[in-house]
């Protein structure tokens, strides 16, 4: 069946927690350890990595950023409380396929709570998924709309929204430990990912050798509807990885990523990952 990973409250709006988050204590929380390597290693599974990943402030150059946003917000916002906090992966913790971007957008994802959510690249990927039957509506708006995956689950290898879409090399390597984390914690079950790009792809691949799985040599090269297989160092499943042109509003209104194309290269990566898509 599929389910919706909750951030990390009951409440149906993440902004309930995020209204102020310059008096967020969840730093302070003996639960939220300060560093994501000891606070990644310590979650027991998937609902609770998702809920301590919230409470992460170790790039202070994110964490401004991404409140700052919060405090200044975009006119068409300006009534809407931000979520202002990393974001945790969305579907079910059992997905055979993973889909994986770059970071939330400032205000997209930062704003609404849930990844790919509430802005253009969202809008395009969810309408895709839904489409080939892995979603159960076409649109996502925010956290709490009713939105379900079926046999997906989307993260991103930086948590946090960065100044002009793009963080560094440093902020990229100190958020690893939760996507390497939150694969390992997936491995029964995961035999796909799709990389949203070549940011993305690069990312992904010492993640997928922490996590278990082999390289090959040379380093397999990015580009839209590549393939790399990588074996499964315990002799288990292997895992193979898709590249996908990045579904930002670049890419898709110059026509280097089409529907048709987005579509397609989904459908191949979910058959397989074991799925029936349409």
Not at 76 to 96: C, E, L, M, S, T
Not at 203 to 215: C, F, H, N, S, T
Request: proline letters at 11%.
């Amino acid at each position: 069946m599929p389910t919706e990973a909750a951030p990390s409250s009951p409440a149906d709006e993440p902004s309930h927690l995020a209204s102020d988050p310059a008096s967020d204590q969840a730093a302070d929380d003996p639960e939220h350890p300060r560093h994501p390597t000891e606070a990644a290693a310590r979650a027991a599974g998937l609902a609770a990595l998702d809920r301590v990943v919230t409470g992460c402030r170790a790039c202070p150059r994110l964490v401004a950023w991404r409140e700052e946003t919060a405090r200044t917000k975009r006119r068409a916002y300006q009534d809407q409380d931000y979520w202002a906090r990393p974001i945790p992966g969305f579907g079910p913790p059992d997905a055979p396929l993973v889909l994986v971007g770059l970071a939330p957008a400032a205000h997209g994802a930062n704003r609404t709570g849930r990844i790919f959510t509430g802005d253009p690249s969202g809008d395009l990927l969810y309408a895709a998924l839904y489409e080939l039957g892995l979603a159960n509506r076409p649109e996502s708006v925010r956290y709490g709309d009713g939105l379900e995956l079926s046999g997906v689950r989307i993260t991103d290898p930086v948590r946090c929204a960065p100044p002009d879409n793009k963080p560094s090399t440093a902020e990229r390597d100190t958020c690893r430990p939760w996507i390497t984390r939150e694969l390992e914690l997936m491995r029964p079950t995961v035999r796909t990912v799709v990389a949203l790009g070549g940011f993305a792809w690069q990312a992904m691949l010492p993640v997928i050798a922490d996590a278990g799985w082999r390289l090959p040599r040379p380093r397999p090269a990015f580009g839209h509807a590549a393939v790399a297989a990588f074996p499964a160092r315990d002799g288990g499943p292997d895992l193979r990885m898709y590249g996908c042109y990045h579904v930002s509003p670049r890419n898709t209104n110059t026509g280097r990523l089409t529907t048709a194309m987005l579509r397609d290269l989904l459908r191949e990566a979910a058959r397989s990952a074991g799925l029936d898509p349409r």
